[in-house]
């Protein structure tokens, strides 16, 4: 009897950046050197001018996990790395769905998008773009459902997490030091940066 392939377990890392061009291409390189297997990527700017936040998917055993944490604290760009296993924290993720649509099966394809409290964002004469958001057994719940009347498209954004409560408990991302302290003097020394040249949007891999 054949076995199903045992699913890789996943660990969420964010790391807080200097928002520099080459920074994403450094840290994606470093990753495929290393054949590390990252589930999905997000990147914005953070709260902080001078400074972006990378939310990684990690598939792979806790060795995998610490190897990644390791790699990324020793890049000169990486101001914090926050390992959130064990943390309570907040998971949620975007996608956009395109259906196909018919006049037969309009009310029926909106029937499961308010059951899932998801938005349409676009009416097209044969399909619809369906905005949700949520964990990610939602997200895949939810395009189950929708693949009988057609599924055209899909754009996720990636897992995206935040530590539950104003101050995060010792421990919660990877570190017993308080994260204002230690992050005190990389958030100024960003800033200062940010006050002399305009800050530069990240650039994509390639």
């Known amino acids: 009897m054949t076995q199903k392939p045992k ?5 969420t890392v964010v790391a ?29 700017h953070s709260e902080t001018p001078g ?31 926050s ?12 996608s956009l769905v395109r259906v196909s649509a018919t006049a037969a099966t309009r009310s029926e ?5 308010e059951i899932f409290r998801a ?23 939810f395009v189950t459902l929708l693949k009988p009347f057609g599924v055209l498209e899909i754009m996720r954004s990636g897992r995206l997490a935040m530590v539950r409560g104003v ?12 994260p204002d302290s230690t992050l005190a003097n990389d958030v100024q020394w960003a800033r200062e940066d940010s006050s002399q040249a305009k800050p530069t949007p990240l650039l994509p891999p390639g």
């Open 7 to 11: 699913k890789l377990q996943q660990h």
């Open 83 to 94: 390992d959130l296993k064990g943390a309570n924290a907040v998971y949620r993720e975007l």
């Open 119 to 141: 938005n349409i964002v676009d009416v097209g004469h044969d399909s619809l773009i369906i905005e949700i958001t949520g964990d990610e057994e939602k997200l895949e719940s």
């Open 109 to 113: 394809i909106i029937q499961i998008v």
């Open 167 to 178: 101050s995060p408990e010792p421990n919660a991302n990877g570190s017993s030091e308080n």
């Open 16 to 44: 807080l950046v200097y928002d520099k061009p080459g920074v994403l291409n450094r840290v994606v390189s470093m990753v495929r050197r290393r054949a590390f297997n990252i589930g999905s990527l997000a990147v914005s």
């Open 51 to 81: 400074l972006s936040r990378m939310t990684f998917v990690i598939e792979g055993d806790d060795t995998v996990q610490e190897q990644v944490t390791k790699q990324l604290r020793k890049l000169v760009d990486v101001v914090k790395v």
